[in-house]
């Protein structure tokens, strides 16, 4: 059996194993934002199309990318 002061231990090892893992997991978020940016202003220097199809078409590129990215090897 185990002493209280273990389970605590054992609780406090487990809740730093858990941020450890988070903290090390990508910010798809951002990283989608950083891709449609980076995707946009190239697309708005070298596009006839109006702006607004220009960031939907970089939105979109940015989350294939992405799903590409997320794919186990």
Known sequence: ???KIEMQA??????IHREMKKANEPDWE???????KEIFLHKVKTS???????????????DLLISELKKEK
């Open 10 to 15: 054992m609780d406090a090892v487990i809740g």
């Open 48 to 62: 006839l199309n109006s702006v607004k199809d220009d960031a939907e078409s970089a939105v979109e590129w940015a």
């Open 1 to 3: 059996m185990m002493t």
């Open 30 to 36: 951002q990283r989608r934002y950083e891709i449609a």
